[in-house]
């Protein structure tokens, strides 16, 4: 019994340095995020801003390409809008500028 306590003890541990870790790298990234000015892309922001504490938010009506244009990004995170076509182009036109950038996309449900 007092090895199982123990090995918890570790794990839990292990668990919390990996994580500290975790959090500290994910402290250097630089995101932008575009979103959508509703609710659901508010809390994310907020979400967001807890993890990363170098966010460049921009709203889906600004112009992302000129954002992502005066800084590095290392991740870029937006939205896939099926109805309009500018968000793919919007990531088209990011990678054609830069082939190599990591974008994470959701798709935004209008419902």
Request: with cysteine; proline share 4%.
């Amino acid at each position: 019994m007092l090895e199982l306590f123990i090995t918890i003890i570790i794990i839990g541990v292990v668990m919390h340095n990996q994580t500290k870790e975790l959090l500290e790298q994910a402290n250097t990234l630089n995101i932008l995020y575009r979103y959508i000015d509703d609710e659901c892309g508010k809390h994310t922001f907020n979400t967001l801003q807890k993890y990363f504490s170098n966010i460049t938010p921009v709203l889906d009506k600004q112009d992302v390409v000129s954002k992502y244009k005066t800084g590095k990004f290392d991740i870029v995170i937006t939205n896939i809008d099926t109805i309009t076509p500018i968000s793919i182009q919007t990531c088209v036109n990011i990678l054609t500028l830069n082939p190599d950038q990591e974008i994470l996309f959701y798709p935004y449900l209008d419902e």
